[in-house]
């Protein structure tokens, strides 16, 4: 599982006209699953999201995590975090999960991270969706829980 988290002052997600996800303070997060992730990728990625200290204290350094500031969630699907560009000026999709498995995975994620009680807005899975970011930083960080040991 693939992740890049964005600091945010605020984030929304659209669908066409409709809003179907929107934060203030807090965590962008756009997922890619990977054809073989399993559970144990979710509750890495979810344990080590919620832990990051990418927030800053009152001496200005990145010591506190979005819990410790009572930040929000918008978790985004983005299969194009697994795409392989080694070969050629197209990239390869191959080693992402299947639509029903990332899904699944996808939605065993932001079921986690709700169990923090912070706010979790998604967007909509499989959906073209226009994201609307207020970066705060820019601070970006990328996860990737294959890369893990």
């Known amino acids: 599982m693939r992740a890049v988290l964005q600091r945010v002052k605020s984030a929304s997600v659209l669908v066409g006209a409709e809003t179907v996800g929107a934060i203030q303070s807090g965590l962008l997060i756009f997922v890619g699953v990977h054809k073989e992730d399993a559970p144990d990728d979710v509750d890495w990625m979810a344990g080590k ?16 995590s979005v819990v410790d500031i009572k930040g929000a969630l918008l978790v985004v699907s983005q299969f194009t975090l697994l795409g392989d560009v080694r070969k050629g000026t197209r990239p390869s999709f191959s080693d992402s999960a299947p639509p ?50």
């Open 100 to 149: 029903e498995a990332a899904e699944k995975l996808y939605e065993d994620l932001t079921a986690k991270l709700r169990l923090s009680g912070l706010t979790v807005e998604t967007g909509r899975f499989r959906a073209m969706m226009d994201v609307h970011i207020h970066n705060w930083g820019p601070y970006t960080i990328l996860l990737d829980s294959q890369k893990q040991f």
């Open 49 to 64: 999201i919620l832990a990051l200290r990418m927030f800053e204290d009152t001496e200005g350094k990145s010591n506190l």
